[in-house]
């Protein structure tokens, strides 16, 4: 058999999977947001109609939608700066030569990262109850009156930010890390010898050399953000008043709960262009630091 | 001075990983005390008589012996077949000329930028149709790919010289017998990294298993928990059993295979 043959053999199988349980999905997705597929389609595809644009048209009135959009936002723009100031902050502490049993804290700090999202969810709900929770007890003893977490509306998505920031922290930490090893000594070197303080060579050098890295970690995570699910489910069950309903929350209730899948598929799609366009706007941006 | 910049220091990451263990940590001693011991106020910290009965109570009762064999099956499963699929695809994108192959990649790494979910509606119904929802087929199967994966075995398989396959080839060895003896014992280092990366990933997913797995005999240990955790609020007890059950495997995974999983990461960040 000739080498070309033979690479054939190697790539078809994940061909054939990516082709038909991936792309053709998605295309699919774009084909059935196009029709009411709903529970009596699910029994009998020629109840299925065309609708063009009505599930887009119908979810851009609902209410709820519009909730779950503002939600995951407030999730994105509050979590992500917050997660990559705490995993910025770690990587500098782990990295600086002052630090002592590295290898144990990089471990400790990293460990919540391979944990189950769902079983620290059920650990973090617990921690959050309101009279017989650690965090108000720790709290209280400072003197802060204890709080709802779970159950008040103004603090619910702030709880799971907390909860999802100390998850997700030490996965940049790492990435952050990994850069700062690779700035050369010698620009510390030379930025030394011409006098320059422990801030301004971390203005001038540290941070200039790391933008790139912070960018793409940045784009990383507001993709993943965007993509909240497991914690209001386990957490809150997108209460109290609906304040941790995110868009897939939505998506799934919708297209598993209901099973109204055309409208589902809508909701996939639009969170899809969405994160699509936040992305592209970040590379711009990216791109514009750099070149200036 | 730089005495204080080190208590500083030190102290910060003692607090931070004060913070990042507590959870954990409390969720071990939780899991040890009898019904009711944690619900009081302050809350303790350790069991005063240190139990088995939330576990024997969550095995007996609760089927959480099931949900782990489901788990340890589906894991299993989907990390062998996936490693094989995407060395093999991983190693041919780097190594071996095929029509289009460069064009090919490009697309791949272009759908990179797609979110699964938007997928999960259409694969439902498409497993539903092949008779694979409700089945363990259901999540290996469209586990079986990942373009992550063969982007991160080609990205080490480039490194390969065309040397070696070459003089394989002059002995007169097949492709396949090549990759067997002469590419998979170079590609090693990241094989693991990625059966560990794949490992993980799949005991810990919950959405799609929640989706595709609706029988509760099928269920993984997360949509279990998930499930009793809606059932048995107030069992503090109990749900931090069943939480050391669900994460305590893969923390000890990771405890073992650290090494190769961060450096993975790290590779895979800096230079990709």
């Given at each position: 058999m000739s080498v070309r043959a033979a690479a054939w053999w190697f790539v078809a199988p994940a061909l054939l999977v990516i082709a038909i349980f991936f792309v053709l999905p998605v295309l699919a997705a774009l084909a059935l947001s196009l029709t009411d597929f709903d529970l009596y389609a699910l029994a009998d595809p020629s109840n299925l109609r065309l609708v063009g644009f009505q599930n887009y048209t119908r979810l851009l009135t609902t209410p709820l939608f519009w909730q779950a959009l503002g939600n995951t936002l407030y999730f994105v723009v509050a979590g992500v700066p917050f997660s990559i100031a705490v995993s910025f902050g770690a990587a500098l502490l782990l990295h600086s030569r002052l630090a002592r049993f590295r290898a144990f804290y990089r471990t400790a700090l990293f460990a919540p990262v391979v944990t189950t999202l769902v079983a620290v969810a059920v650990i973090w709900r617990y921690l959050f109850d309101t009279r017989y929770g650690w965090l108000n007890y720790a709290l209280g003893s400072i003197g802060v009156t204890p709080i709802d977490w779970l159950g008040d509306p103004h603090w619910a998505m702030p709880a799971i930010i907390v909860f999802a920031v100390w998850k997700s922290f030490g996965y940049n930490m790492i990435i952050l890390i990994a850069g700062l090893q690779s700035i050369p000594a010698e620009l510390y070197e030379a930025a030394r010898i011409d006098g320059a303080s422990p801030w301004r060579q971390f203005r001038h050098v540290t941070l200039p050399w790391l933008s790139p890295i912070v960018a793409m970690v940045s784009i990383l995570t507001v993709a993943g953000y965007f993509q909240l699910f497991a914690e209001p489910y386990v957490m809150t069950q997108g209460g109290p008043?609906?304040?941790?309903?995110s868009v897939l929350y939505f998506m799934y209730e919708e297209g598993?709960?209901?099973?109204?899948l055309g409208s589902a598929s809508a909701v996939a799609f639009l969170l899809f262009v969405l994160i699509f366009a936040v992305t592209a706007v970040q590379l711009r941006v990216a791109r514009w630091q750099s070149a200036a | 001075m730089p005495g204080l910049a080190g208590l500083i220091v030190n102290g910060l990451l003692l607090g931070m990983a004060a913070v990042s263990l507590f959870p954990l940590v409390w969720m071990l001693a939780v899991s040890f005390m009898a019904p009711g011991e944690a619900s009081v106020f302050p809350p303790p910290l350790f069991p005063a008589h240190p139990t088995l009965d939330n576990y024997r109570q969550l095995f007996a009762q609760g089927g959480m012996a099931r949900y782990l064999v489901n788990s340890v099956v589906l894991t299993t499963a989907v990390t062998v077949v996936s490693l094989t699929v995407n060395v093999a695809a991983g190693y041919a994108f780097a190594k071996l000329a095929f029509a289009a192959r460069d064009r090919i990649f490009k697309l791949l790494l272009g759908a990179l930028v797609i979110p699964a979910q938007v997928a999960m509606v259409p694969l439902f119904l498409l497993l539903k149709h092949l008779g694979l929802?409700?089945?363990?087929g259901g999540v290996i199967v469209p586990a079986a790919a990942s373009i992550f994966g063969i982007f991160l075995v080609r990205q080490y398989a480039l490194a390969i010289p065309n040397d070696l396959l070459e003089a394989a080839r002059i002995d007169g060895a097949s492709e396949l017998r090549i990759f067997g003896s002469v590419v998979v014992p170079v590609l090693k280092p990241i094989i693991v990294t990625l059966a560990v990366f794949t490992l993980l990933g799949t005991w810990n997913d919950f959405m799609w298993p929640l989706i595709v797995l609706s029988d509760q005999e099928l269920y993984t240990l997360p949509v279990a928990l998930a499930s009793l955790s809606r059932e048995h609020v107030q069992d503090h007890e109990l749900m931090m059993a069943g939480s050391v059950i669900t994460t305590l495997p893969v923390l000890v995974v990771f405890l073992v295979l650290q090494r190769s999983y961060m450096e993975g990461l790290m590779a895979g960040s800096v230079k990709g």
């Open positions: 008043l609906q304040s941790t309903v598993f709960k209901w099973w109204n | 929802v409700n089945s363990y």
